[in-house]
């Protein structure tokens, strides 16, 4: 078959129109989606939806920001649309609605819009995150027990043992510089340095002795197997970029191609490590009060008394208990390090803060004997106040999702009728900076959660850990790794603004959490007593 070319300038200038008119129609075609359902939104452009700004704008707007602008836009209505490049997602604002959704009527909306599929990433598809309909369930309810305040007071020493690591690293430092690990400089009799990084070792040593039930000292050993695969998990840039957001634009295109996010050689890198574990502590009959003793216990015993219900095809195996150290891994290391970095900014720019929670740490390490409890962690009061201010001003998930998995309709004015595939988003960060619900939001006050004034916080305008059955089942775990890191490090040093520490602070999105542009740095001053 001959095919000639020979074609004139109309014939060319046909089909360039023909192929522009197909890419707008395949580009647009569910910019009705609200309009037919009668769904107030926000007006997208082709391809990029409502995030354009995010792409390709010369102020860059970064989620955070798009989540408040959809929010503040979307102002008088209970709920509105938004299209995440061509995927239209439903806004809930209303509290109330929220409520509906995440706890009076979730059997509707159970599941999350994930990334992972089992066929192309089958051990990051076996975690909690990952899981739908009942299977989420079985799993959940296997997990429950192993952040139970009993099990969490038998990790606690583990925790301890990593924050005791990071004051005597950076007492180390304020001596002399270590031959390994970060770059920390002097300045007179204040250590300078950026304390995500500072943070984020310190989080991977708490996952892995808590999760992967291994020591690792991250700080003296900065180039160790553990830590660096952990940041390959993480980091997001180059190739991967394009595969994150071909995700956000059609996940089911991206799984049908079997592309996959996470690194192979990560996951097998942590695969072997769990399963070689797991045969060694049941070979020589080792107990650790870890995740993974807990997981093993969990699978040795299922279905028991606490399961009675979980489906015999639903049992752990080695795979499952991999899954969720990973998932434990991936949704806790990078949040609570970002969490202690925003804690640290706010304490240093505001001192008398700073002192006021200093001395409420000292009043109980004289009480304790000079050492911290489980018990005398969590009677911490101003402690708490401080890191719930924290969350509230830099939520460790800037939104959250569902999907209605069966057709139901919001009894609001007006009426919304959802069906099986729709993605709703709970916008935590406009929530949270939000007037109505929290006056002069961008002020940092712990007060807010005081005794007396935290009744008066709407806890469905309040939301870092989510709401419902399907809330983070590791908030206490987070909260308890936090706090302590705080209580051990302002007992040693006093925090500082220095030079480059950045002054306003803008907020920027580095891979999946929130962070300042410029880095966090600040110093870090040895106290007297």
């Known amino acids: 078959m001959i095919i000639d070319w020979d074609w004139g300038l109309t014939d060319w200038a046909i089909l360039i129109v023909a192929v522009i008119l197909v890419l707008y129609l395949w580009g647009t075609r569910n910019h009705g989606h609200f309009k037919k359902r009668n769904v107030p939104y926000l007006k997208p452009v082709p391809f990029f939806g409502n995030m354009r700004p995010a792409i ?6 970064y989620f955070p920001d798009y989540i408040l602008r959809t929010y503040r836009e979307l102002k008088d209505h209970p709920y509105g649309g938004t299209f995440s490049f061509m995927q239209p997602v439903f806004v809930l604002r209303d509290p109330e609605v929220i409520k509906t959704v995440l706890v009076k009527d979730f059997d509707h909306f159970t599941d999350h819009k994930s990334f992972f599929s089992e066929a192309t990433e089958p051990i990051w598809g076996k975690s909690l995150y990952n899981l739908s309909g009942e299977r989420w369930k079985d799993m959940r309810t296997i997990l429950s027990p192993a952040f139970t305040s009993s099990k969490l007071k038998t990790m606690f020493p583990l925790v301890s043992e990593c924050c005791q690591q990071l004051v005597q690293y950076l007492e180390q430092c304020h001596q002399q510089q270590p031959e390994e690990g970060l770059e920390v400089q002097k300045d007179g009799e204040v250590l300078v340095l950026e304390l995500k990084d500072l943070f984020t070792r310190y989080a991977s040593d708490v996952i892995a002795t808590t999760a992967f039930g291994i020591g690792v000292d991250s700080l003296k050993q900065p180039t160790n197997e553990f830590y660096a695969m952990g940041q390959k ?9 394009l595969k994150f957001f071909g995700f956000l634009i059609s996940p089911k295109l991206m799984q049908i191609l079997g592309v996959t996010l996470i690194p192979k050689k990560v996951t097998e890198f942590f695969r072997t490590m769990i399963h070689d574990t797991i045969a060694t502590r049941e070979r020589e009959s080792i107990v650790r009060p870890d ?6 216990q969990a699978k040795k015993d299922a279905p028991s008394e606490n399961v009675k219900d979980v489906d015999k095809k639903h049992e752990l195996d080695n795979d499952d208990i991999t899954a969720q150290a990973l998932m434990f891994f991936l949704d806790g290391c990078d949040t609570t390090s970002t969490l202690l970095c925003f804690a640290s900014h706010q304490l240093a720019v505001h001192p008398d803060i700073q002192e006021r929670l200093q001395h409420e740490i000292d009043e109980t ?8 409890t489980y018990e005398a962690i969590n009677g911490m009061k101003y402690l708490d106040m401080v890191v719930s201010e924290t969350l509230r001003m830099f939520p460790p998930a800037v939104v959250g999702d569902r999907l209605c998995v069966k057709p139901y309709t919001l009894e609001v004015e007006p009426p919304l009728e959802l069906q099986p595939g729709d993605t709703l988003f709970i916008p935590i960060y406009g929530l949270h900076h939000d007037p109505d619900h929290f006056p002069d939001p961008e002020r940092f006050d712990p007060e807010r ?8 916080v709407n806890p469905l305008a309040y939301l870092p850990f989510g709401a419902g059955p399907r809330s983070c089942i590791g908030s206490r775990f987070a909260l308890m790794e936090t706090k302590l890191a705080l209580a051990h490090l302002l007992s040693a040093f006093n925090l500082k603004v220095i030079a480059k520490t950045p002054m306003p602070m803008k907020i920027v999105q580095t891979g999946f959490n929130m962070s300042v542009e410029g880095g966090f740095w600040f110093g870090l001053e040895l106290r007297s007593s």
Not at 56 to 61: L, V, Y
């Open 449 to 456: 959660f005081s005794d007396e004034n935290k009744n008066k």
């Open 233 to 241: 998990a993480f980091k997001i840039g180059g190739l991967r970029t």
């Open 56 to 61: 390709c704008s010369k102020n860059k707007e």
């Open 291 to 296: 995740m993974i003793q807990l997981l093993m």
């Open 365 to 372: 390490l004289r009480e304790g004997g000079g050492k911290f």
